[in-house]
């Protein structure tokens, strides 16, 4: 993989809940130089979608960081983000209904959510949080849900994206590899077990790591 495609599997994040729009901004600026995506806060989306210097794509999350809001929260969050124009959409699974066997109904809120905004949905399903079985049912939920990814992890649970967990997964959808990913041999090694997508606070020192990269940037024209 070469750096540019390298770079644009890379959703450089920042989700904290201390998180302004000047950090915004400077992650949208290292995005666009460097030619990766921007994941940020949905408060900050329509300013991100007007900003001049904004990256090509722009991910934003719904129902962050638990999962836990009613589904109609999270369907008109997921609204509000596409009208004010995020590219693409992060959403928590409900954890709580997952592991309470409830999979009708978390299958039935992801679809309610994908259908309602024309752009790609990867599913959060926090995999720290789980055992196999319950990553293969979130999996298959997402897949019934017909989401465009999964994603491990929020980063706000006690662990992240590991090798196997990312192996598992891509047996049922396309991957992302969130939380703890912070280095370009560890972004590689996610996309050598099937990840497609990586997400990193990190992303600027991931891309700098690819052995094209030489210290250079892109234009952010």
């Not at 666009?32 to 408060?43: K, L, Q, S, T």
């Not at 967990?165 to 560890?186: I, R, T």
Request: net charge negative; glycine share 10%.
């Amino acid at each position: 993989m070469n750096r540019e495609e390298f770079a644009a599997s890379i959703d450089h994040t920042v989700l904290g809940p201390e998180t302004t729009w000047d950090d915004t901004r400077t992650v949208l600026d290292e995005a666009a130089a460097h030619g990766m995506n921007a994941c940020i806060p949905p408060c900050y989306v329509a300013e991100a979608a007007d900003y001049e210097n904004a990256p090509e794509t722009i991910a934003t999350v719904v129902g962050f960081p638990h999962g836990q809001h009613a589904p109609e929260v999270k369907r008109d969050e997921a609204v509000t983000a596409w009208e004010a124009g995020a590219d693409e959409v992060d959403l928590v699974i409900n954890v709580g209904r997952l592991k309470a066997g409830d999979d009708g109904a978390v299958a039935d809120e992801l679809a309610d959510v994908v259908a309602a905004v024309p752009v790609p949905v990867k599913v959060i399903i926090e995999t720290a949080l789980l055992d196999d079985a319950e990553k293969r049912r979130a999996c298959e939920a997402a897949v019934a849900a017909d989401a465009d990814m999964v994603k491990t992890s929020t980063g706000f649970a006690d662990g992240g994206a590991t090798l196997a967990d990312v192996e598992l997964m891509s047996e049922y959808l396309p991957v992302k590899a969130s939380g703890g990913v912070g280095s370009y041999e560890e972004a590689t090694a996610m996309l050598d077990a099937g990840a497609v997508r990586i997400g990193a606070s990190s992303g600027v020192a991931i891309v700098e790591g690819h052995p094209e990269a030489g210290g250079e940037t892109r234009s952010a024209d």
